[in-house]
Structure formats: structure tokens, C-alpha cells
């Protein structure tokens, strides 16, 4: 079975530009989540989308939006990057129950110029 | 609001000792607790999890948890630390309310001293 993928592993941006990052979840799963593991603040909850729709979303600013797609593949979209947008971002998926585990993939490496 | 502390961002122990991870939470509503482990330029992969059945949760590679309500606390041990168990250990909580992001503790380097 395969896991969950992520694409593309590295992406280099400069300041004010825009990223668009991509997650693959495991089939069956209908849940995905995002999270921000930026040096010295630890893993952050970005946002999460369930059937197509956003469910959830942590202290971000609207720069960072998303969308899930009929497949429930999504993507992240991070606007007018800043140089504090440096950071790995991890995508899971689960099956969208409570408590049930979240699958992580490899991440997103993001490098803001 | 949930969240978790943990205590100690690096850890140090021999091989063959005993691992302690610390893990306290915070949540107002009954906890979903989580220990997951982090290798190197790798993403995380889950070790165990309570969901308020037994009490002492086993999970993969030999590792365990005990949920204390009284103490608030999910410290994940080891009977005896492998070089393999070197890696980033980060614990999560969510909870009941249909919320399923997990908010995580700042994790804890694992060192292995051969």
C-alpha cells in the first residue's frame, strides 16, 4: 500500500513570492492535514480538509490557504512568501474519525530567499 | 485549547538502559495521546497511542506509555535503549470534540551512547 507522498521534496522561493506544495494521501483515506516544522518552533498545525472541505485552521495568516481536491489530493498555496516561511511541511492523512492515527509523508522542504 | 509539554529536548542514555520520554498535557475535554518518532530527514511515523481504553499502551519497537489522568502525564519508556532508537520523539494530543489536528510538544532528541 502505498504511503503518503508529498511533491515536490525541496522548493526554493524568494521573499513575496508564491509556493504551491502537494499531497498524496493514502486511498481510502479522506483527511489531510498540514503542518508547518519550522527550526525552533516545532510542529505547527496549518490547516485540515475532509471531504473536499476545510474543517480546521491554526494560527496562521490567510496567506497560507489550500484546497482539496474530488481525489482528496491536496495542496498547499503560501503567498507573498517571508523569509520566516522556511520551514518543512508536513502532509498526513487519516480517515477522518477521531483519534484515529494521521500517516505523515516525507515533507516539503521549503527555502525562502 | 490543548497542549502538551515535554520535558528535556534532549535526552542522553546507554545502550541498554532504561528510556524515559517525558510528556505532560493540557486539555479540557478527554484526550487522544500520541508518540510519534521522527528519523532524520524523514516525516513521523506513529509509535502508539491511547484512545481511553487500556490504560498502559505497547506500541512498535519495544516502547510503552502509561496515560495518568491524575498526573496529566503520557511518558513513553523503553526497558532498553538500541542504537536504533536514536531519533526526534515528539508526543500530540488531540480530543473528543471532532477536532482532529494534533497539537504537538516541541519534541525530544534521543541520543544512544554506545
Known amino acids: 500500500e502505498a504511503g503518503v507522498t508529498q511533491s515536490p521534496t525541496h522548493l526554493i522561493k524568494t521573499r513575496g513570492q508564491q509556493a504551491t506544495l502537494r499531497c498524496s494521501p493514502i486511498?481510502?483515506?479522506?483527511?489531510v492535514y498540514w503542518y508547518q516544522q519550522a527550526l525552533g518552533l516545532g510542529l505547527q498545525f496549518l490547516l485540515w480538509y475532509d471531504e473536499g472541505e476545510e474543517r480546521n485552521r491554526g494560527n496562521f495568516p490567510p496567506r497560507f490557504s489550500g484546497r482539496q481536491f474530488p481525489n482528496y489530493s491536496s495542496e498547499l498555496n503560501v503567498n507573498a512568501l517571508e523569509l520566516e516561511d522556511s520551514a518543512l511541511y508536513l502532509c498526513?492523512?487519516?480517515?477522518?474519525?477521531?483519534?484515529?492515527?494521521?500517516?505523515f509523508g516525507p515533507g516539503t522542504r521549503l527555502t525562502v530567499l | 485549547a490543548q497542549s502538551v509539554t515535554q520535558l528535556g529536548s534532549h535526552v542522553s542514555v546507554s545502550e541498554g538502559a532504561l528510556v524515559l520520554l517525558r510528556c505532560n498535557y493540557s486539555?479540557?475535554?478527554?484526550?487522544?495521546l500520541f508518540w510519534y518518532v521522527q528519523y532524520p530527514n524523514q516525516g513521523l511515523q506513529l509509535l502508539l497511542k491511547y484512545t481511553s481504553a487500556a490504560t498502559l499502551v505497547k506500541g512498535i519497537n519495544g516502547f510503552e506509555a502509561e496515560f495518568k489522568k491524575s498526573e496529566t502525564s503520557f511518558h513513553l519508556t523503553k526497558p532498553s535503549a538500541h542504537m536504533s532508537d536514536a531519533a526526534e520523539y515528539f508526543c500530540?494530543?488531540?480530543?473528543?470534540?471532532?477536532?482532529?489536528?494534533?497539537?504537538f510538544g516541541t519534541g525530544t532528541r534521543l541520543t544512544v551512547i554506545p
Open positions: 498526513a492523512s487519516s480517515t477522518g474519525l477521531a483519534g484515529v492515527e494521521q500517516f
Open positions: 500530540a494530543v488531540s480530543d473528543q470534540t471532532g477536532a482532529n489536528n494534533l497539537f
Open positions: 486511498s481510502g483515506h479522506t483527511s
Open positions: 486539555s479540557s475535554v478527554p484526550p487522544y
